[in-house]
T-cell receptor, first 112, second 118 residues
Framework: KQEVTQIPAALSVPEGENLVLNCSFT??????LQWFRQDPGKGLTSLLL?????REQTSGRLNASLDKSSGRSTLYIAASQPGDSATYLC???????????FGSGTRLQVQP | GAVVSQHPSWVICKSGTSVKIECRSL??????MFWYRQFPKQSLMLMAT?????????EQGVEKDKFLINHASLTLSTLTVTSAHPEDSSFYIC??????????????FGPGTRLLVL
């Protein structure tokens, strides 16, 4: 059974800093790896999706990498802004049902 | 982009009543829908996978007789929490995908339904 772990659980940084969020998964047989953003009391916003055959994806100030062999993914946020404050979730999609297994998230606070 | 709606967004009910939550894909046909549950300060946990026209597949530990799922059309899935109790209070989120579409593996998430059972 897939298990997804995210470190750190919480992170507080001053505005402008570059930061890295970590995600690890136990089953390397994933179909893809996705990163989401969740604001308090809200649903999910999809940020990046990395196919199992890919190594990284970029969107604006966000860059996500995937290393299946080590079971790790990282989300890099450049020049952080207060508006980036949210909980960031990574999730691995299984190859069968195409369901997502989520990590517990990293709560990010960017101080102005 | 594809939009998934959920109704209601908030529901408060008394213990012992049943609550129905709707998940709709607004501009695409979703042959598969997923129901997730999120307890406070925890991550999303998959409850069940729903395929149009067939019985839902429940995850281990999720009672199928308590959480009734119906996926009768390509745009609508419903989750009914029967005889709800306070421990069922949670944030329920659905997602939908269209495996025949161009973005076959993309799951589109609804905004969630917050359930509070008194």
């Amino acid at each position: 059974k897939q298990e997804v772990t995210q470190i750190p659980a919480a992170l507080s940084v001053p505005e402008g800093e570059n930061l890295v969020l970590n995600c690890s998964f136990t089953d390397s047989a994933i179909y893809n790896l996705q990163w989401f953003r969740q604001d308090p009391g809200k649903g999910l916003t999809s940020l990046l999706l990395i196919q199992s055959s890919q190594r990284e994806q970029t969107s604006g100030r966000l860059n996500a990498s995937l290393d299946k062999s080590s079971g790790r993914s990282t989300l890099y946020i450049a020049a952080s802004q207060p508006g980036d404050s949210a909980t960031y979730l990574c999730a691995g999609m299984d190859t069968g049902r195409r369901a997502l297994t989520f990590g517990s998230g990293t709560r990010l606070q960017v101080q102005p | 982009g594809a939009v998934v709606s959920q109704h209601p967004s908030w529901v408060i009910c008394k213990s012992g009543t049943s609550v129905k939550i709707e998940c709709r894909s607004l501009d695409f046909q979703a042959t598969t829908m997923f129901w997730y549950r999120q307890f406070p300060k925890q991550s999303l946990m998959l409850m069940a996978t729903s395929n149009e026209g067939s019985k839902a597949t429940y995850e281990q530990g999720v009672e199928k007789d308590k959480f009734l799922i119906n996926h009768a059309s390509l745009t609508l899935s419903t989750l009914t929490v029967t005889s709800a109790h306070p421990e069922d209070s949670s944030f329920y989120i659905c997602s939908a995908r269209d495996p025949r579409g161009t973005n076959q593996e993309t799951q589109y998430f609804g905004p969630g339904t917050r359930l509070l059972v008194l």
